[in-house]
């Protein structure tokens, strides 16, 4: 079956602009997470939806925003960005909240 | 919190063995390992349950001690396929909160 989708891939973005990130889980999963990777940090928790709501949230600015769709794909949106923002975003996708986990390869954002 | 994972980093030479930690300041119910090689999506390794129960795809051995709150990843007779950074989960509100890596390079 087909595996976690992200797009895109790679952006590039500059200080003061948002982004906005897709992610289309594996068929059936209702669980879709979402964690910001910079080297040395590993992977930092953003939020979870379940069948478009949202159950969790990391700690992270109100810049960062996701949402679900009725069909279980996810976005994420980042507003205002800033040098820092740069990282690895990772979406994964489960049955349920503990279960196994199936990662997307991820959209690689850089600001400039 | 996060889980503290360690070592940092381990080099080894293929068949050797090698342990890496995860320990967390909190009670643990769960344990979730996860493999992430150069360039590539973390792939799930397995799930260490309170109680002993474990679920895993690989033939990678690990170990849960729920008094210590800590789990233990045993890469036994390792091979090059074995190097990439491992993160450990545990569950913190309902949610994976994951430790920084131990990253793994298995060298022939």
């Known amino acids: 079956k087909a595996g976690v989708t992200q797009t895109p891939r790679y952006l590039i973005k500059t200080r003061g602009q948002q ?39 990391g700690n992270f600015p109100g ?12 976005e994420m949106n980042v507003s205002t960005l800033e040098l820092g923002d740069s990282a690895l975003y990772l979406c994964a996708s489960s049955l349920d909240t503990t279960g196994e986990l199936f990662f997307g390869e991820g959209s690689r954002l850089t600001v400039l | 919190q996060q889980p503290v994972q360690s070592p940092q980093a381990v080099i080894l030479r293929e068949g050797e063995d090698a342990v890496i930690n995860c320990s967390s300041s909190k009670a643990l119910y769960s344990v979730h390992w996860y493999r992430q090689k150069h360039g590539e999506a973390p792939v799930f390794l397995m799930i260490l349950l309170k109680g002993g129960e474990q679920k895993g795809h690989e033939k990678i051995s690990a170990s849960f001690n729920e008094k210590k709150q800590q789990s233990s990843l045993y890469l ?13 989960g545990t569950d913190l509100n309902n949610r994976l909160a994951f430790g920084k890596g131990n990253q793994v390079v298995v060298i022939p």
């Open chain 1, 19 to 57: 982004v906005t990130l897709s992610c289309s889980p594996i068929s059936g999963h209702r669980s879709v997470s979402w964690y910001q990777q910079t080297p040395g940090q590993g992977l930092q928790f953003l939020f979870e939806y379940f069948s478009e709501t949202q159950r969790n949230k």
């Open chain 1, 63 to 74: 810049r960062f925003s996701g949402r679900q769709f009725s069909n279980s794909r996810s």
């Open chain 2, 76 to 88: 036994t007779a390792s091979q090059l396929s074995y190097s990439g950074t491992y993160f450990c």
